[in-house]
């Protein structure tokens, strides 16, 4: 098992970097619709009870539609990009309310809450890539802060892990594998929005935005994992082997690249601090 996600790892990792710093953003854009539409069939499978097959097509086609559109709108009207992570942010706060109060209360996939869940990061990241001479780094950025950080909680968790971070909600996560990653995926961050923008960001207020981000990427992995148990579901689907569904490798990305591109456009941005 751990050979096979071993190559399906190595191997998506290699095509998303090689997609990301050579195809156009138009592709890119393509790209993200494709994964959303997958992601949006996954999610709607999730109950037990499966829905009639017109009702699921039209829902990927709707979940397809609106990243091609939010891609169009957060573009020219870079505003926008607070709605969908202020968004993220009621949702985020909603799972760290839960996990604090050791809740056993899941969240049901609904499927307005997917279209939240799926939409806006996936259209966010053509904003990114976009983002002239930085903008295929950006999105390259915080997919490596996304994933250092899974690997810095794997590998922490499993040498020093004992303390469970959310029993009733992922109790294969303890507290010493999140702050373990967190810490990987903070010096991540910072050390290539440094590369990125210079000196143009107080390192202080940095490390402040990357720690925004990483805690953002630990919740939105639970919250995945809140609504797969409210489904009885151990994964979301079978796409990629050893590793589940499309939505079981994206879900943290789901959660922080909206916080990370609100920060961007407001904080980070060298030509917005100018």
């Known amino acids: 098992m751990f050979r096979q996600r071993l190559v399906t790892a190595v191997v998506l990792g290699l095509a998303a970097v090689a997609g990301i710093l050579y195809l156009p953003t138009q592709l890119v854009a393509l790209l993200t619709t494709a994964m959303a539409m997958t992601a949006a069939w996954e999610w709607i499978h999730l109950p037990q009870v499966p829905p009639k097959k017109h009702l699921a097509w039209l829902y990927i086609v709707t979940i ?24 993220w942010t009621v949702l985020l706060g909603v799972v ?4 604090f109060q050791n809740s ?5 996939p609904g499927l307005i809450l997917g279209a939240v869940v799926i939409v806006p990061a996936l259209a966010m990241v053509p904003v990114l890539h976009g983002q002239g001479e930085f903008g295929p780094r950006l999105v390259l950025a915080i997919c490596a802060v996304i994933w250092i950080g899974d690997i810095g909680a794997y590998g922490v968790g499993k040498r020093w892990g004992f303390r469970l971070l959310a029993p009733n909600i992922s109790p294969g ?6 702050l373990g990653g967190g810490l990987f995926a903070v010096a991540t961050g910072v050390v290539a929005i440094t590369t990125i923008t210079g000196p143009a960001v ?3 207020w940095l490390v402040l935005a990357m720690v925004l981000v990483s805690v953002a990427a630990v919740l939105s992995d639970l ?10 579901k151990k ?10 569904g499309l939505l079981d490798r994206i879900d943290s990305l789901l ?4 916080i990370f591109t609100g920060l961007w456009f407001f904080w980070l941005n060298p030509a917005a601090i100018g």
């Open 104 to 108: 056993k209360q899941m969240i049901l």
């Open 255 to 258: 959660g922080a690249v909206p």
């Open 235 to 244: 994964d979301s689907g079978q796409l990629l082997p050893g590793h589940g």
């Open 64 to 87: 397809g539609g609106l990243v091609q559109a939010g891609w169009r709108v957060f573009d020219h009207f870079p505003e926008v990009v607070f709605v969908g992570a202020a968004l």
């Open 173 to 178: 996560k303890t507290v010493e594998g999140a």
């Open 223 to 232: 919250l995945e994992s809140m609504v797969k148990r409210a489904s009885g």
């Open 202 to 204: 107080s390192l202080s």
């Open 96 to 99: 760290a309310v839960r996990k």
